[in-house]
């Protein structure tokens, strides 16, 4: 056997019987079997969580509210990103084929991009919502309805669907006829600079100035209301002797502190990393570390906006059959 019969018996190709395949190239080294392990936990992780938070929040009727009709839209975003995203981006990370074919290669982008734009939307309409309740709490109820809510939440669905859908078409990504690759078994989005820098300004400047601005006025609400409430006790507590505690002014800081540290950590790196590169594609390792972090927040959300809640944890422990009108807000909470 000579040497270029050996060469060609080593490399292997996506799909064997068909002569543009891909060359397959398979990584099954101890760092990425070790990354789809960690990665694969992620993702069961991810799907456990929002499905226990969509589940609660769907069972209980105490529940139904315009705030947690919000959280319950950013658990289903989330919930197909740790149920589609993370195991084909897992799929890719491991093998460098596609096997799904080219009408998947199609869908797939529309529902990463989809799931990530309404998890990051409702986001927003989630600061917007503490906004409100926090500036005008008295009328709150009245100008936030379950009604009104349910409205914003399709709007905010619709808006990302339209979005997503003009962002592949105008990068050739939409129309089968218009995925272009070199070779049979190959998926690759290519983005287009022009839209590079659209989708920084509609997908993350915007959004990200609105949660910053509102999550600082009402920083600054909370803590103007704990030091009004503080007052009241200092004058309650030199009746009694006793030391005022500032414990709500601290939760609301760490609270709030700890939603934008992690909005911020999952988002800069991905944008600030698109703009340095000159050719932009999905399968620049780039993309795949950073975009990792996107998915992660897919997973960090429920942590802060809904475990974090007392009626959540109340509500994860009782699941019977009469448990849907279960009082989940006792007064100890």
């Known amino acids: 056997m000579n040497t270029e019969d050996q060469i060609n018996m080593s490399i292997q190709y996506c799909f064997p019987g068909v002569n543009s ?3 397959k190239e398979v990584r099954t080294g101890p760092v990425y079997i070790f990354l789809f392990i960690v990665l694969s936990c992620v993702s069961v992780f991810t799907v456990f969580l929002n499905l226990l938070v969509i589940i609660s929040i769907s069972h209980f009727k105490q529940l139904h509210t315009p705030t947690n009709l919000l959280i319950l839209s950013l658990a289903v975003a989330d919930l197909l990103v740790g149920l ?3 195991p084909v981006k897992i799929m890719e990370l491991i093998d460098s084929c596609w096997y799904l074919g080219k009408i998947a290669c199609s869908v797939s982008p529309i529902i990463y991009n989809l799931s990530m734009s309404a998890s990051l939307f409702s986001l927003v309409f989630i600061a917007v919502d503490r906004y409100i309740a926090v500036s005008d709490p008295l009328l709150y109820s009245t ?9 914003f939440i399709i709007i905010c669905w619709s808006f990302c669907s339209f979005y ?3 962002y592949l078409y105008t990068n050739d990504h939409l129309l089968l006829s218009q995925i272009s690759s070199d070779c049979y ?3 690759v989005l290519f983005v287009k600079h022009s839209w590079v820098i659209s989708d920084l300004v509609i997908g993350f ?3 990200c100035s609105v949660i910053l601005v509102l999550y600082s006025i009402i920083f600054t609400v909370a803590r103007r209301q704990a030091r009004a409430v503080r007052t009241v006790k200092i004058g309650a507590s030199k009746k009694h ?6 414990s709500s002014e601290t939760k609301a800081a760490k609270t709030l502190g700890v939603i934008i540290f992690v909005y911020l950590a999952c988002w800069i790196p991905f944008y600030v990393t698109s703009l340095s590169v000159e050719s932009v594609t999905s399968s ?3 993309w795949t570390v950073f975009g990792w972090l996107l998915y992660l927040n897919s997973s960090v959300n429920p942590l802060i906006y809904a475990i974090f809640y007392s009626w959540f944890r109340e509500s994860a422990k009782i699941f019977e059959s009469s448990s849907s009108r279960f009082n989940l807000y006792p007064e100890r909470f």
């Open 185 to 187: 078994g190959e998926c």
């Open 164 to 166: 997503v859908i003009i």
């Open 241 to 246: 002797g006793a030391k005022p505690s500032n």
């Open 205 to 207: 400047l915007a959004p």
């Open 84 to 86: 589609i995203v993370m």
């Open 143 to 151: 100008r936030v309805t379950v009604c009104k809510m349910s409205v």
């Open 284 to 286: 620049s390792m780039v």
């Open 21 to 23: 395949s891909c060359r």
